[in-house]
């Protein structure tokens, strides 16, 4: 027999619903007694069944019962909402009519479901029907246990397909705002203190799910904590709805990082665990990262498509912006700052949120980008506390030591001759090219009206700002931690070395507690460093920076007026443009910082980015002074191309990639401006004004040298060094000046340092004797012996280079070095190492296992030699060889005779530049006769005739107009070199400003012939070369290098020349 239609609806309601009609219906069925009653009475005579049109007072019925088993009302209502889908699906579609009847009341049951889900949840409608006392506490946050669903728990089951979405509609208008705000509230609470390893997953989709709906997208924007009314950054991350997700985070802070610890479980017992399995842990914790940052990238891209959420969004990223400003600081209050986690996670997002406008060829998209938002910005003060790139004479002041007046004049003379040479430069260029002009300085930067911005404009200028305090600060928080960790291990290896000295005496058990603390801190600082590493070198967080760098570089290109259709017209044009001027200066310093981090520990990652712009950027702006006025940024930019060549890579470090290789040998620009623009900053450096500027320098120099060392040997680049050196000679002269200048300095402090630490390491050697000293004392001499290595460790480094760049290029490069202001300064350069390496004292020099320390004096011996070779062959007028005979200091000929035995001996060099070696040493003893039989001759000189520096007989004399007095025209023009100062009164003077006394040059040229003439002794001077050497001289301009005190104390003369 068939089943009646009715029958058959009912009994799919029954299931549906879990109620019936019929008193003897078996659990989970529930009886409706009321409503079966009432139906009875309406139909005294008929069996009832449920149908479409008694829906609602079924469910009416069923609700006022209120709890009748394990399920709250509002956990049966989602079950019947679940229920009626299955039991739709179930219809046989044979029975068309039927099916048909079955889907129209299951639709009608869903629109009732959802209704009177809304009367459950509604505050405004408490009491309607009864519910357990929890269940009406917690009223709307019911809907939250369904959206967090956890399989793995036992929280109520997830919301039906659908059902979200229509409860939304059908309250849009009925108070669903104070349905979902504790809703919204709850999900956000739920993944506080959770950590990546955590159950943040359900949250993070229900948080999506309702930023996919424009209409609940609305309500999060509007929701009170979206965008909460905070104190400061840390109060605004815990209290903002989108703060607990954004934190979750590998990355250090001063409190927890969440539960379950990633220190604990993935990186704890470091010692004993595998390198595969950390890397495993780190690559699961990167995965949840991704999932999580996905899923915010997600949330913020909905609610800016949302209508009317676009300006909510962006003020929540400027008020995240500005509560954070501290961030930025050296030192930040981390108590009153966002977390690493935070701005980490942060940076990540609005990576994504640019990416699809990285592409810089697309001029349509860098085109909406105006520079004029950093001025002009509706949301962020950029120039607030912040240094722009081209920095006033105020501005630079953030970098000058205010306390030292001395180096805020050499700061200024410095940039004086900057100015001067960039402009000489610039005029140069527009002399023989078409070079555009400077663009004029505009009242307002902007193209269009103020405060206007498109919106890819705002999102650019709103990530500069979320790297700057984020991704760039945890970067320096991470560089930071390794460099603590290095000093520790220093610390730590140091321990190690003297363990024999300290067992069995009395202080063991304190050296043994000491090393356990070490050894503990070292066990943190490793974990710190593996937790900030899982972020920084994650490939998802890498690729999307570089190519925002990319984007950036390309930008400040275009700014400065680089355009699609050639290339660029260098030097720039002067002024500099007000549109780059008045841009942060963390805009550029962020791109190096990142470019740092990025070269040293995931350098392949450049591999698979378009460098070109960000190649072009670092070389352009290297030769821009005056458009990037902070020395310390440019010499960024060299260390930065220092770590993309494929030279002097430690074992065990990834090379640089290919193509990063190629942009050195193939790029236009680079192969033109690179050379031209390191040795100009090797230049500028000299003085910076900071406090830490002698030693600064050295660190800046040698990565410009060994950047230039490998350049050299690029004939491109080769080229343009020999053509810099023949085409500017002024510029040249002061560069070669400071090359000497640094290489005396750093060869005679570490020279003068070896003996000591010999001394030192002997008195540690006698064990017993050791072991006899006070404690303290050993710790004293312990700590002077450490540093004395690491200071001439890093002396010898930076000397080497130095060395060796002088022996390269003299190969090719040498009429500079014979002039007659520099030829006296190579020639006591070279004689006084000479005479460490082959003289009386290289005895001193011997140390156990010297190369530690980076001494080879095999191959100091070699390059110093070389010099005197390929500066006596480059010198046809006999003017060097001269001058190392004159040089009374140092010079020695049985130290010669010593050092062309010792290079034949251990085969240093070819036996052919041995003896081209000993014919040199040949014709300076010569010189150093003839020298000696003039000295005879001339007697007591007249002390109008002494130059008042060197107390030698002055040749060409020339008056200092600054204080009237009278000096030998290469000693000034050596010390002007180095400083544009009157020695005598400190007053500003330069070469163009020394006035020939051409009346006591003819009386000292008189005396000369009476002298000669009158002991009958006659000498050629290799007149007329040498003459045309100081003709050449004349046209000199100022330079740097150095001056001699009293022409006794070499050093001296490579630090400056005092008052």
């Given at each position: ?636 930019f060299v260390e930065v191309l220092r770590m993309w060549i494929p030279a002097g890579v430690p074992q065990g470090v990834q090379p640089p990639p290919e193509n990063l290789v190629r942009l050195f040998e193939t790029n236009a620009l680079t192969l033109e401006h690179l050379v031209p623009h390191l040795l100009a900053l090797y230049v500028d450096i000299e003085f910076t004004g900071s406090h830490t500027q002698f030693y600064d320098k050295f660190n800046i120099r040698y990565h410009i040298g060994e950047l230039l060392e490998y350049l050299w040997n690029i004939p491109a ?10 085409k500017d000679p002024t510029f040249y002269i002061r560069f070669i000046n400071m090359l000497i200048n640094d290489a005396i300095f750093l060869l005679d402090e570490s020279l003068n340092k070896l003996p000591e630490i010999k001394e030192l390491e002997a008195q540690m050697e006698d064990t017993a004797a050791w072991a006899l000293q006070p404690q303290a004392v050993r710790q004293e001499r312990e700590a002077t012996l450490n540093q004395s290595r690491r200071v001439v460790q890093s002396d010898l480094t930076l000397a080497n280079v130095h060395v060796r760049m002088m ?253």
């Amino acid at each position: 027999m068939v089943e009646p239609s009715s029958a058959k609806l009912d009994a799919i309601l029954s299931r549906t619903f879990r109620a019936s009609l019929d008193s003897t219906a078996q659990a989970p069925l529930v009886f409706l007694s009321s409503l079966s009653q009432e139906l009875q009475a309406e139909r005294p005579n008929e069996k009832c069944y449920m149908d479409k049109d008694m829906l609602e007072r079924m469910m009416f019925a069923r609700l006022s019962m209120g709890q009748v088993d394990e399920e709250t009302p509002f956990q049966y209502i989602i079950g019947c909402y679940r229920r009626s889908f299955e039991e739709s699906r179930k219809v046989s579609s044979r029975d068309k009519e039927f099916a048909q009847l079955v889907s129209e009341t299951m639709i009608l049951a869903q629109e009732l479901i959802v209704s009177y889900s809304g009367l459950l949840l509604n505050p405004a409608m408490e009491g309607m029907f009864p519910q357990p006392p929890e269940a009406q506490r917690r009223g709307p946050t019911q809907l939250a246990d369904h959206l967090l669903f956890d399989p793995n728990s036992s929280s109520p089951e997830p919301l039906p397909p659908g059902f979200l979405e229509q409860f939304v509609v059908r309250f849009q208008d009925e108070g669903l705002d104070d349905m979902m705000n504790p809703v919204i509230t709850q999900i956000s609470l739920a993944v506080r203190n959770v950590s990546p390893l955590g159950n943040f997953h359900r949250p993070l989709n229900a948080l999506c799910q309702l930023c996919a709906s424009p209409v609940t997208a609305v309500l999060v924007a509007n929701h009170p904590k979206f965008m909460p009314n905070a104190m400061n950054g840390r109060s605004f991350e815990s209290e903002s709805l989108f703060g607990p997700f954004l934190k979750i985070s590998t990355a250090p802070d001063i409190f927890s990082t969440g539960l379950p610890s990633v220190l604990e479980q993935c990186f704890s017992n470091l010692q004993t665990r595998r390198q595969v399995e950390i890397n495993a842990s780190i690559s699961a914790l990167r995965t949840n990262l991704g999932t999580l940052q996905s899923g915010l990238h997600q949330c913020f891209h909905s609610l800016l498509k949302a209508p009317g959420c676009r300006e909510k969004v962006l003020a929540f990223i400027a008020a995240a912006l500005k509560l954070n400003m501290g961030r930025s600081k050296m030192q930040a209050d981390m108590l009153r700052n966002g977390t690493h986690g935070f701005f980490s996670n942060f940076s990540v997002i609005m990576l994504k949120l640019c990416s699809p406008f990285f592409d810089p060829t697309k001029a349509d998209r860098i085109g909406r980008i105006d520079v004029a938002y950093a001025t002009e910005s509706p949301r962020i003060d950029f120039l607030a506390d912040e240094t722009k790139v081209a920095a006033s004479s105020e501005e630079a002041a953030s970098w000058v030591d205010k306390r030292n007046t001395d180096r805020q004049d050499n700061l200024r003379d410095m940039q004086a001759l900057i100015s001067q040479r960039e402009h000489a430069r610039a005029c140069s260029s527009a002399t023989a090219s078409t070079a555009p002009e400077a663009p004029a300085s505009p009242m307002s930067l902007s193209d269009g009206k103020p405060g206007e911005f498109h919106f890819i404009c705002e999102c650019f200028f709103l990530t500069a700002a979320t790297l700057h305090i984020g991704l760039i600060k945890v970067v320096s928080e991470c560089m930071n931690n390794i460099k603590e960790m290095q000093r520790q291990q220093r610390s730590h290896a140091e321990l190690e070395r003297v363990r024999e000295v300290y067992m069995g005496g009395p202080g063991a058990a304190e050296y043994e507690q000491r090393l356990q603390e070490l050894k503990d801190v070292l066990a943190k600082a490793n974990q710190e460093r593996l937790s900030y590493e899982t972020v920084l070198q994650d490939p998802q967080l890498i690729g999307p920076a570089l190519g925002y760098t990319r984007l950036t570089a390309a930008l400040l290109l275009k700014t400065v007026g680089k355009s699609a259709a050639g290339p660029m017209t260098l030097p720039l044009p002067l002024p500099c443009p007000i549109r780059f001027a008045m841009l942060p200066e963390f805009l550029v310093e962020d791109i190096t910082e990142l470019l740092l981090y990025v070269s040293r520990f995931s350098i392949k990652e450049l591999g698979t980015q378009v460098m070109d712009e960000i190649m072009e950027f670092l070389v352009v702006f290297t030769g821009s002074p005056m458009y990037i006025k902070n020395p310390y940024l440019r010499s960024k930019f060299v260390e930065v191309l220092r770590m993309w060549i494929p030279a002097g890579v430690p074992q065990g470090v990834q090379p640089p990639p290919e193509n990063l290789v190629r942009l050195f040998e193939t790029n236009a620009l680079t192969l033109e401006h690179l050379v031209p623009h390191l040795l100009a900053l090797y230049v500028d450096i000299e003085f910076t004004g900071s406090h830490t500027q002698f030693y600064d320098k050295f660190n800046i120099r040698y990565h410009i040298g060994e950047l230039l060392e490998y350049l050299w040997n690029i004939p491109a680049h080769q080229q343009s060094w020999k053509k810099l050196a023949e085409k500017d000679p002024t510029f040249y002269i002061r560069f070669i000046n400071m090359l000497i200048n640094d290489a005396i300095f750093l060869l005679d402090e570490s020279l003068n340092k070896l003996p000591e630490i010999k001394e030192l390491e002997a008195q540690m050697e006698d064990t017993a004797a050791w072991a006899l000293q006070p404690q303290a004392v050993r710790q004293e001499r312990e700590a002077t012996l450490n540093q004395s290595r690491r200071v001439v460790q890093s002396d010898l480094t930076l000397a080497n280079v130095h060395v060796r760049m002088m022996q390269y290029t003299t190969t090719k490069i040498t009429a500079t070095f014979l002039l007659p202001e520099m030829v006296e300064r190579i020639a006591g350069m070279l004689d006084y190492f000479m005479m460490f390496l082959a003289g009386p004292e290289r005895k001193k020099l011997r140390i156990k296992d010297p190369e530690r320390l980076g001494f080879k004096p095999k191959e100091l011996l070699t390059q110093i030699t070389d010099i005197y070779l390929h500066l006596t062959q480059g010198d046809p007028a006999g003017v060097f060889h001269e001058a190392v005979a004159r040089d009374a200091r140092s010079y020695r000929d049985q130290v010669f005779v010593a050092a062309a035995e010792v290079l034949r001996t251990l085969g240093l060099q070819p036996e052919a530049n041995v003896r081209a070696f000993e014919a040199f040493s040949e014709k300076v003893r010569g010189a150093a006769a003839a020298d000696q039989e003039e000295e005879e001759v001339f007697g007591e000189i007249p002390e109008d005739f002494l130059d008042a520096i060197q107390c030698t007989l002055m040749r060409d004399p020339v008056i200092l107009p600054t204080s009237g007095q009278t000096l030998d025209r290469a000693t000034i023009q050596r010390h002007l070199l180095s400083e544009q100062r009157d020695p005598f009164n400190r007053a500003m003077l330069t070469v163009e400003m020394l006035k020939p006394d051409t009346e006591l040059k003819a009386k000292i040229e008189a005396w000369i012939h009476e002298q000669k003439t009158s002991q009958g002794v006659k000498r050629t001077h290799s007149g007329e070369a040498t003459d045309m050497i100081r003709e050449f001289s004349l046209r000199q301009a100022e330079g740097v290098s150095l001056q001699a005190a009293g022409g006794v104390n070499l050093r001296s003369e490579g630090v400056g020349l005092q008052p």
